[in-house]
């Protein structure tokens, strides 16, 4: 487990002089805090975020420790190597799932799209066997001249995500 430093943080003040708890936070009160407690918030609440992986990331591994040996073995014994098993720990009943992560060779002779080829041309649908979705990576349509990005125009939506917010004084680098 990596160790990390967190930097602490002074308490926030709100518009009165009041400390402001993460648990009183309000979107009225952050609105109406002072530019330096709206910056001090913003490194409370990324310090916290921070501590909380940390503490997440430490319990996991605590927790693989003590009971992952036991759990793969069960597993194992059931002829799989991933799943749900259940363990007992004195008066603990521990539910331990190890879930699996499918990936699917997309290119080469033993690939999916060598399926699909394959499929086609027995004159079957490969879409009823395989999920097929096109892309175009941003970057690259970006990089396209006009003549090449007119016809896949009608094909691309676009749509905003949610905006980031860091804040900063004015002339200052963070």
């Given at each position: 487990?990596?160790?990390?430093?967190?930097?602490?943080?002074?308490s926030v003040?709100?518009?009165e002089?009041?400390?402001?708890?993460l648990?009183?936070?309000?979107?009225?009160?952050?609105?109406?805090?002072p530019?330096?407690?709206?910056?001090?918030?913003?490194?409370?609440?990324?310090?916290?975020?921070?501590e909380?992986?940390?503490?997440r990331?430490?319990?996991?591994?605590?927790?693989?420790?003590?009971?992952?040996?036991?759990?793969?073995?069960?597993?194992l014994?059931?002829?799989?190597?991933?799943?749900?098993?259940?363990?007992?720990?004195?008066?603990?009943?521990?539910t331990?799932?190890?879930?699996?992560?499918?990936?699917w060779t997309?290119?080469?002779?033993?690939?999916?799209?060598?399926?699909?080829?394959?499929?086609?041309?027995?004159g079957?649908?490969?879409?009823?066997?395989?999920?097929?979705?096109?892309?175009?990576?941003e970057?690259?349509?970006?990089?396209w001249?006009?003549?090449l990005k007119?016809?896949?125009?009608?094909?691309?939506?676009?749509?905003p995500g949610?905006?980031?917010?860091?804040l900063?004084?004015a002339?200052e680098?963070?």
């Open positions: 487990m990596t160790d990390i430093s967190i930097r602490p943080v002074a003040l709100d518009a002089g009041v400390p402001l708890t648990e009183a936070l309000t979107v009225a009160r952050i609105k109406r805090l530019s330096a407690a709206k910056i001090q918030l913003q490194d409370l609440i990324e310090q916290k975020l921070a909380a992986e940390f503490a990331k430490t319990f996991q591994a605590a927790l693989d420790e003590t009971y992952g040996v036991e759990a793969r073995a069960q597993l014994a059931a002829g799989r190597d991933t799943g749900t098993t259940h363990l007992r720990d004195r008066t603990l009943d521990v331990v799932e190890i879930k699996k992560t499918v990936a997309q290119k080469g002779p033993d690939s999916l799209e060598a399926i699909a080829q394959r499929i086609a041309e027995s079957e649908d490969p879409a009823q066997y395989i999920d097929i979705k096109y892309g175009v990576s970057r690259k349509y970006e990089a001249p006009e003549s007119a016809p896949f125009r009608k094909a691309r939506t676009v749509k949610k905006p980031s917010y860091r900063q004084f002339g680098e963070r």
